[in-house]
């Protein structure tokens, strides 16, 4: 395989401008998804990329793919899967936070549910296992490690630029995709 050329990342406006042209693929969690994508982008959560890759590779054959996710992390880490597998791929630069920022369109599925950003699930859960290892440590003192867990935990997070409760709380049934739209998706891209 040759290795993948063209821009590794765009700007919100520079997508703007190329948005007729690209095929936009969207690695959030369905919920997330659904609380407002850029027009005409596929939902493949990055949990399921290795899956889609075949229908990713003939994707790229008609147009060049941007890759999406709430900052930028995520659809980051989803071009080093595709390069890895000589697929060309584009990052939109600050994610789907910049692009609504600068006001851009976003839309959004009728009758679709929709989750929280994970970013705010992963401050839920972090925040309610500290504080239940505070409260119980008040009776059972070990309880505390829970709370030093937690916080190791968002220490290697932020050092590392990964994520381990994200990628639990993407197992979370509200933030899987249903088969049937997995597979419509795959095999719309796969053309």
């Known amino acids: 395989m040759t290795p993948p050329t063209g821009p590794s990342a ?80 584009a990052t939109l630069t600050g994610g789907t936070r910049t692009w609504t920022r600068l006001g851009h369109d976003v839309h959004r599925p009728e009758g679709m549910r929709t989750a929280w950003a994970m970013e705010r699930q992963v401050r839920l859960a972090a925040g309610s296992l500290v504080l239940a290892g505070i409260a119980l440590g008040r009776r059972r003192p070990k309880a505390r490690l829970l709370s030093a867990g937690v916080a190791g935990g968002l220490v290697f997070s932020a050092l590392t630029d990964t994520c381990g409760m994200a990628r639990v709380l993407a197992r979370l049934p509200h933030n899987r995709p249903k088969v049937t739209d997995l597979k419509a998706t795959l095999s719309a891209l796969a053309g």
């Open 10 to 89: 765009l700007t919100a406006q520079q997508a703007a401008d190329r948005l007729h042209e690209l095929i936009v693929i969207d690695v959030r969690t369905p919920g997330e998804y659904a609380s407002g994508h850029l027009p005409g982008a596929h939902n493949i959560p990055l949990d399921h990329l290795h899956a889609a890759l075949p229908a990713l590779e003939a994707a790229a054959g008609r147009g060049d793919l941007l890759v999406v996710c709430a900052s930028g992390t995520r659809s980051t880490q989803a071009c080093a899967t595709l390069a890895a597998h000589g697929i060309a791929a």
